[in-house]
């Protein structure tokens, strides 16, 4: 047995006593607290997604199987995930990449954008980090950016003249994913957490964040410097040679499939864009596109279109959202929450040191309950701790975008991990970058911050 296998196998032995261990637990100790029997899936859970040593979608199943065969909380619980319209969106995600790879849109979309990428190396990531935020401002939902950026980020990379495995090929497809989620959390539409803020604000506060307000005292430092702080990361980690041209294949005129489903990305996008005014979830519009491309006789998918989708995300988008409803409704999130906010010194702490004390909390919370879980549970308590440190219930409300903008781990974002599992990428490529950024934005973004707030009045 080679020297990786066996690591390998030790892995999966730490796994199995891991699993084995937490089901002993709950089908021994049945009388245990609530808060403990979900604790013990959801801690587990975490481990494995954290470490990957399992496919995310086998954890997925493993945390279906421990809540389901011991009784830790109803089906509609355990099982929220395949309720939730983010897992249909990742359906129709699947359908639409298969889509766009199929007819060949991707390849000839990627041709000409990667025109006008072609002069630097430094120039191909600054575009498609910039593509990544601006889609942010016309795309609701950053599922749906990943699912259209995805099949064209890996065709694009091909097209540069960066093949699979090179560091300029996992260098932009990450950087444009990546540039599509954590900078536009400073958007208020463009994201789950973000949404949930919003409408949690409202049932509490009384009034949700205007787009503009919230906007100018986010996107400054959470948007505009973490994009750009983003971009130097990306080419520290991942430097690569300049494109060259003739890497590039001509673009040819759209047959008749790519039109049909041009139009069909079109009209969906227009929808997406437009769900203020109709109400309707972007996971129904993905729907009705991925239905489109489906049905027999459209020429947008194979015979038997169903053998060429990649489910295993399906499995792990389901997974981590039916982690949270179980964090949430089994009480350990606002335990948790609880925990921290009495170890917290935020009776005698200046100004600097809640703000940071806050962000902090935001961001530890959503290592367990993920980010949509973190308004959730801290908008409640806000005018608690508003009366504690001093603020308005509205800027304690507002430090969470800080720590909810700071992901540690892929897990935490699911829009992310599947982009990264359509695009054949590593999680711990990701997960590398994800924690040099974490480092980062706590050592300058949140100062700035700091200051930026003070300026604009909020502290």
Same mark, same amino acid.
């Not at 009480?331 to 809640?354: I, K, M, S």
């Given at each position: 047995?080679?020297?990786?296998?066996?690591?390998?196998?030790?892995?999966?032995?730490?796994?199995?006593?891991?699993?084995?261990?937490?089901?002993?637990?709950?089908?021994?100790?049945?009388? /245990?607290?609530?808060?403990? %029997?979900? /604790?013990?899936?959801?801690?587990?859970?975490?481990?494995?997604?954290?470490?990957?040593?399992?496919?995310?979608?086998?954890?997925?199943?493993?945390?279906?199987? @421990?809540?389901?065969?011991?009784?830790?909380?109803?089906?509609?619980?355990? *099982?929220?995930?395949?309720?939730?319209? /983010?897992?249909?969106?990742?359906? $129709?995600?699947?359908?639409?990449?298969?889509?766009?790879?199929?007819?060949?849109?991707?390849?000839?979309?990627?041709?000409?954008?990667?025109?006008?990428?072609?002069?630097?190396?430094?120039?191909?990531?600054?575009?498609?980090?910039?593509?990544?935020?601006?889609?942010?401002?016309?795309?609701?939902?950053?599922?749906?950016?990943?699912? @259209?950026?995805?099949?064209?980020?890996?065709?694009?990379?091909?097209?540069?003249?960066?093949?699979?495995?090179?560091?300029?090929?996992?260098?932009?497809?990450?950087?444009?994913?990546?540039?599509?989620?954590?900078?536009?959390?400073?958007?208020?539409?463009?994201?789950?957490?973000?949404?949930?803020?919003?409408?949690?604000?409202?049932?509490?506060?009384?009034?949700?964040?205007?787009?503009?307000?919230?906007?100018?005292?986010? &996107?400054?430092?959470?948007?505009?410097?973490?994009?750009?702080?983003?971009?130097?990361?990306?080419?520290?980690?991942?430097?690569?040679?300049?494109?060259?041209?003739?890497?590039?294949?001509?673009?040819?005129?759209?047959? /008749?499939?790519?039109?049909?489903?041009?139009?069909?990305?079109?009209?969906?996008?227009?929808?997406?864009?437009?769900?203020?005014?109709?109400?309707?979830?972007?996971?129904?519009?993905?729907? +009705?596109?991925?239905?489109?491309?489906?049905?027999?006789?459209?020429?947008?998918?194979?015979?038997?279109? @169903?053998?060429?989708?990649?489910?295993?995300?399906? *499995?792990?988008?389901?997974?981590?959202?039916?982690?949270? $409803?179980?964090?949430?409704?089994?009480?350990?999130?606002? %335990?948790?929450?609880?925990?921290?906010?009495?170890? +917290?010194?935020?009776?005698?702490?200046?100004?600097?040191?809640?703000?940071?004390?806050?962000?902090?909390?935001?961001?530890?919370?959503?290592?367990?309950?993920?980010?949509?879980?973190?308004?959730?549970?801290?908008?409640?308590?806000?005018?608690?701790?508003?009366?504690?440190?001093?603020?308005?219930?509205?800027?304690?409300?507002?430090?969470?975008?800080?720590? &909810?903008?700071?992901?540690?781990?892929?897990?935490?974002?699911?829009? @992310?991990?599947?982009?990264?599992?359509? $695009?054949?990428?590593?999680?711990?490529?990701?997960?590398?970058? +994800?924690?040099?950024?974490?480092?980062?934005?706590?050592?300058?973004?949140?100062?700035?911050?700091?200051?930026?707030?003070?300026?604009?009045?909020?502290?």
């Amino acid at each position: 047995m080679s020297a990786a296998a066996l690591r390998s196998s030790r892995r999966h032995l730490v796994c199995l006593t891991g699993i084995v261990a937490v089901g002993a637990f709950l089908l021994l100790a049945p009388g /245990a607290p609530t808060v403990a %029997r979900a /604790a013990s899936v959801v801690v587990l859970s975490i481990a494995l997604w954290a470490t990957g040593w399992l496919p995310q979608w086998l954890t997925a199943l493993v945390f279906f199987t @421990l809540c389901t065969v011991a009784d830790v909380a109803p089906p509609d619980t355990v *099982f929220a995930g395949f309720a939730s319209a /983010a897992t249909w969106l990742v359906f $129709a995600g699947l359908v639409i990449g298969a889509a766009i790879q199929y007819t060949g849109l991707g390849e000839n979309v990627a041709s000409r954008v990667g025109a006008w990428l072609t002069g630097s190396y430094r120039g191909a990531m600054a575009g498609v980090i910039a593509l990544g935020v601006a889609m942010a401002f016309v795309m609701p939902s950053a599922m749906g950016r990943i699912v @259209l950026l995805a099949p064209l980020l890996v065709t694009l990379a091909d097209h540069l003249g960066y093949a699979k495995g090179r560091a300029g090929h996992t260098g932009l497809i990450l950087g444009g994913m990546l540039s599509t989620v954590l900078p536009t959390y400073a958007i208020l539409p463009a994201n789950v957490p973000n949404n949930v803020l919003m409408g949690a604000a409202e049932a509490v506060l009384g009034e949700p964040p205007t787009y503009s307000a919230y906007l100018l005292l986010h &996107f400054p430092v959470l948007g505009i410097i973490k994009a750009l702080t983003l971009f130097g990361v990306m080419l520290k980690l991942y430097p690569d040679r300049d494109p060259q041209p003739g890497d590039l294949a001509g673009s040819a005129s759209l047959s /008749a499939p790519q039109r049909r489903l041009a139009l069909v990305l079109c009209l969906a996008v227009a929808l997406w864009v437009s769900d203020a005014w109709h109400g309707i979830s972007p996971a129904w519009i993905g729907m +009705l596109a991925a239905l489109v491309c489906l049905f027999p006789g459209s020429g947008l998918m194979t015979d038997k279109p @169903l053998k060429s989708l990649n489910v295993e995300s399906l *499995f792990y988008v389901a997974g981590i959202v039916s982690l949270g $409803a179980l964090a949430n409704r089994s009480g350990l999130g606002d %335990r948790l929450a609880h925990y921290l906010l009495d170890a +917290l010194p935020l009776g005698g702490a200046g100004d600097a040191a809640t703000f940071g004390l806050l962000s902090a909390l935001s961001m530890a919370l959503g290592t367990v309950v993920t980010l949509p879980g973190i308004p959730a549970i801290l908008t409640p308590l806000a005018p608690q701790i508003a009366s504690i440190t001093g603020w308005s219930p509205e800027a304690v409300t507002m430090t969470q975008v800080v720590g &909810f903008s700071t992901v540690i781990l892929p897990y935490q974002a699911p829009p @992310l991990v599947v982009g990264l599992l359509s $695009a054949g990428l590593r999680l711990r490529d990701s997960m590398r970058v +994800l924690l040099i950024m974490a480092v980062l934005s706590v050592l300058i973004q949140w100062p700035l911050d700091y200051l930026w707030w003070q300026w604009l009045g909020w502290i």
